[in-house]
Every structure is written in C-alpha cells, then in structure tokens.
Nanobody, 115 residues
Framework: QVQLVESGGGLVQPGGSLRLSCGAS????????IGWYRQAPGKQRELVGA???????NYADSVKGRFTISRDNAKNTVNLQMNSLKPDDTAVYYC?????????WGQGTQVTVSS
C-alpha cells in the first residue's frame, strides 16, 4: 500500500505560478512511477506529468514548457511546479503512483486559475 497526500492547491491569477507537493508513505524513489493527473469539471481525468524510478519524465503536450515535476529526497515528496497558468489548467489535481503493479491515488487538491 502507498498513501499519497497532496498539498499546495489554491486560487491563482492567469499567468501566475503554483507549486503542488505530494507526500508518499513509501520512499518515492522505490516507486515505479509517481506523478500527477488532473480532472476538470465534465472532463475525463488526464495525465499531467510523471517521473519514473529511473528519473525519466513525461508531460502532457498542454503543459510542456510550463510545468515541471521534481522529486525531493529529503522530504520524500514529488513536486509539480506550475508556471504561466491558464484558466484551462483549472482542475482537481491528483497525485498518482504505481508500485508493484498497483495504482494508488491521493485525495486531490483544487487548482483554480481565474482573475
């Protein structure tokens, strides 16, 4: 089992920045994959970006160049730095991990981009 807890969501103006963090109950470097999904109202949950245990990152085309995933070994967290935010980025953001062929999800954190 892997417990995931997100933090850092909130309201931000278009063009602004926000940083999400996800704490895990297991060493994040031991997880096959950890990353972020998001779900906007009326839409399907979609991948934002993820990082493998080997350090390979993958991002949705819609966030490339604006969002960055990083792992903090000291805090055992995976972070999502979001820059140049747009109203279309408004969604509930979920931390997601894959470990031993099982999928785990956090409870989600709301990100709202609005003026």
């Amino acid at each position: 089992q892997v417990q995931l807890v997100e933090s850092g969501g909130g309201l931000v103006q278009p063009g602004g920045s926000l940083r999400l963090s996800c704490g895990a109950s297991r060493n994040i470097f031991s997880l096959f994959l950890i990353g972020w999904y998001r779900q906007a109202p009326g839409k399907q949950r979609e991948l934002v970006g993820a990082v493998t245990s080997g350090g390979t990152t993958n991002y949705a085309d819609s966030v490339k160049g604006r969002f960055t995933i990083s792992r903090d070994n000291a805090k055992n967290t995976v972070n999502l730095q979001m820059n140049s935010l747009k109203p279309d980025d408004t969604a509930v953001y979920y931390c997601h991990a894959v470990h031993q062929f099982q999928y785990f999800w956090g409870q989600g954190t709301q990100v709202t981009v609005s003026s």
